[in-house]
C-alpha cells in the first residue's frame, strides 16, 4: 500500500523534493544535465527535435522551451525544415514555474529540450539544475558555445561549469578554406565585426532581406531610419576568425542575413 502524501508537500513547488519521498523510491536518485554545443549549421535544433520525439515514442512526457529562435517566434526550427512549436523563455522567466504550471495543469514533466541555451542567463541555468536534482527532470540544453567575439556566451559558460554531460555536435561545419569551423563571425558588408550587442538574431534568406523585413529579435537599439547595411554570419576557422578572413565569396546560400538599419555612428549590433 503507498503511503499516503504529507500534507506539507506541495506537488507543484519545484524547490521541493518532487515527486514526493514515497515516490521517489521507484525513480532515479536524480536528473541530469546535459549541453550539445557546436557552431552554426552544425545540427543542434534538429538533434534536439529528434531528441524529443525518440523520448516521446518511449512514452515520457516532455517541454520544449526556447530562447530566441532565429525564427523570431516561440518555437524550434531547424534549417532542414523542422519546425516544433515551444514555450519562450524570456529574461525573466523562472524556468521553475514553466514546469511548476505544467504539474498543476495536470501534466507529468520528464524531460526539458532547450535550444538556443546560450541566450539563458545564469540563474536560469541553475534552476534547471535544480529541477534536474530536485524533480528527477532530464535537461537536454542546445546552443553555441561561443559568441561573435569568440567569448563563451554567460549562459553556455555556466553549462559547463554545472552540467552532467558537455557533448560536441559532431556534424562538421567548415570554413570556406576546408578547415573545420568553430567562430561564428558577424560579418557587415564583408568586414568581420569585433564589437557589438551580444545579441542580435536573425535568420533572412538573402532573397527575402529588404530594409522593411529585418527579422530581428532583441535588436531594438539597431533600427531607426538612417541607412541600411547587410549583417550575416558565417562560420569561420579560427586562423581566418583572427584574421578576418570571410573568403572570396561573402554571400553563400545558407548564410544568415539580415537587412540593417543603423541607428549610430557605431552601427555593429549584436547576435553571438
Known amino acids: 500500500m503507498t503511503a499516503p502524501l504529507d500534507d506539507d508537500t506541495d506537488p507543484t513547488d519545484a524547490l521541493s523534493p518532487v515527486p514526493a519521498a514515497a515516490w521517489r523510491r521507484d525513480m532515479p536518485v536524480t536528473g541530469r544535465v546535459k549541453f550539445c554545443y557546436g557552431p552554426m549549421d552544425c545540427g543542434k535544433s534538429t538533434l534536439a527535435l529528434q531528441i524529443d520525439h525518440n523520448l516521446a ?129 558577424r560579418v557587415r558588408d564583408g568586414v568581420v565585426l569585433r564589437t557589438g550587442d551580444t545579441v542580435f538574431v536573425a535568420d533572412t534568406a538573402p532573397s527575402t532581406a529588404t530594409p522593411a523585413s529585418t527579422g530581428e529579435v532583441n535588436s531594438a537599439t ?31 546560400p545558407g548564410e544568415l542575413q539580415v537587412a540593417w538599419q543603423a541607428e549610430s555612428p557605431h552601427p555593429d549590433g549584436g547576435y553571438g
Open 222 to 252: 539597431t533600427r531607426s531610419s538612417t541607412g541600411t547595411a547587410t549583417v550575416r554570419y558565417q562560420v569561420l576557422c579560427r586562423r581566418h576568425f583572427r584574421l578576418g578572413e570571410v573568403g572570396p565569396d561573402a554571400s553563400g
Open 57 to 185: 515514442r518511449q512514452g515520457r512526457q516532455g517541454l520544449l522551451l526556447v530562447r530566441h529562435d532565429r525564427s523570431g517566434t516561440a518555437q524550434i526550427s531547424s534549417r532542414i525544415g523542422i519546425t516544433r512549436e515551444a514555450i519562450e523563455v524570456e529574461a525573466g522567466t523562472d524556468v521553475r514555474a514553466v514546469v511548476r504550471l505544467a504539474w498543476e495543469r495536470g501534466r507529468h514533466v520528464d524531460y526539458l529540450i532547450v535550444d538556443e541555451a546560450q541566450f539563458l542567463s545564469p540563474l536560469q541555468v541553475e534552476q534547471l539544475t535544480e529541477l534536474a536534482d530536485e524533480a528527477c527532470i532530464d535537461v537536454y540544453c542546445f546552443g553555441i558555445a561561443t559568441d561573435f567575439r569568440s567569448e563563451l556566451f554567460p549562459g553556455a559558460r555556466r553549462l559547463f561549469e554545472l552540467a552532467d554531460e558537455l557533448q560536441p555536435v559532431q556534424v562538421e561545419v567548415l570554413c570556406w578554406c576546408g578547415r573545420p569551423g568553430r567562430f561564428n563571425a
